[in-house]
């Protein structure tokens, strides 16, 4: 887990999103552009079959032509087919000779770009490397991931500063076509985590499907990063205090809070209902934590035009209802609902 980056596979496994032709679409469209190349130099030496010779014989036929325009394109050229008067060498020489350049161009397209892709690849990659700055990691590219990513989408979060990061290729592929930078790998490996610019992100959540994985990728980060905000996933609501030890900030009991939802729904499926609105970003109600504002100091909890449900002030976090809050302070930190107009723009407190 601590072993140094090798500097020859440093950014082997970053896959930055792209769009990208298959590869049957590829070889098709240079098959298409070399025949009509082909095409059109038989229709140019066709036009002026009178002024080539085959042999003795002056003149040749539609056949000798597509003779001609073939091996003149493939530089083959065994000169049994010549050029007889000025104006037909001219032709060889202005349209013919550029014609074979072409030709050649794209039947080595092919492996001239096999040849490349791995160098412009790895430009790209050190590009990325380069401007990336307070992005957010998500290891671990499961539903728990894909819903994450949808609700830093729903809060404002550009496809840019988001990686993920997952040992199996088919979910970076899927993340590459949505936009989303990703790295193959074991997110518990220092050098895996590396690739992702660890210690330039802004936020890391982790959304592995174990919780032991879960526990390893957190001290991995926290290693990596000491103060960086992690937020992680656990089953198991008995893990939870192993992996705030660990040095996760925040952990979400998943098992626990479907259950505690469950049981809610049999009584009171109104409050589920509710819940479910509040935990979806971009509709309806959501959750939103902000800074009080200048107009809002010395104000009480319940005499804002937001919803407040907590106060966050030195550190410690106290409900709406809790008198310590009195009135807001300039450095408080609050937890408010606000609702989306039907137009979907969030309503301004």
């Not at 597509?66 to 060498?89: E, H, M, N, Q, W």
């Not at 539903?143 to 729903?154: D, F, H, M, P, V």
Request: charged share 20%; hydrophobic share 40%.
């Amino acid at each position: 887990m601590n072993g140094d980056m090798d500097p020859a596979t440093e950014h082997s496994g970053v896959r930055i999103a792209h769009e990208e032709l298959s590869p049957f679409r590829q070889v098709s469209r240079r098959v298409v552009i070399a025949a009509a190349v082909l095409l059109a130099t038989v229709f140019i030496v066709w036009l002026d079959r009178d002024a080539y010779r085959d042999g003795d014989e002056v003149g040749i036929t539609l056949l000798d032509a597509f003779y001609y325009a073939t091996v003149s394109l493939s530089t083959t050229g065994y000169g049994d087919i010549t050029p007889l008067t000025p104006g037909a060498r001219l032709v060889n020489i202005l349209v013919i000779t550029p014609l074979r350049i072409l030709f050649l161009i794209v039947l080595i397209g092919t492996t001239l770009e096999a040849l490349t892709t791995r160098t412009r690849e790895e430009f790209r990659i050190r590009r990325w490397r380069s401007h990336v700055r307070q992005h957010v990691i998500v290891c671990g590219y499961g539903t728990k991931g894909r819903s994450a990513i949808r609700s830093l989408q729903a809060v404002g979060t550009p496809l840019d500063q988001i990686v993920v990061v997952d040992p199996e290729p088919r979910a970076i592929d899927e993340a590459n076509s949505l936009g989303l930078t990703g790295i193959v790998g074991d997110a518990s490996r220092t050098e895996v985590l590396r690739r992702a610019s660890i210690e330039r992100a802004r936020a890391v959540i982790v959304a592995a499907n174990r919780d032991d994985a879960s526990v390893l990728i957190t001290l991995t980060v926290r290693q990596l990063n000491a103060s960086v905000p992690i937020t992680t996933s656990v089953r198991e609501e008995e893990n939870a205090q192993l992996l705030r030890q660990s040095g996760a900030d925040t952990v979400i009991t998943t098992s626990a809070t479907a259950g505690r939802l469950l049981g809610l729904s049999t009584d009171a499926p109104r409050v589920v209902a509710t819940v479910e609105d509040l935990v979806t970003g971009g509709q309806g109600l959501d959750l939103h934590q902000r800074r009080v504002t200048a107009g809002e100091v010395g104000l009480g909890p319940r005499q804002l035009r937001d919803v407040v449900l907590s106060v966050t002030r030195g550190g410690r976090t106290l409900r709406f209802d809790d008198p310590l809050i009195g009135t807001l302070e300039t450095e408080d930190v609050l937890v408010v609902v606000r609702s989306h107009p039907p137009g979907g723009q969030l309503a301004a407190s």
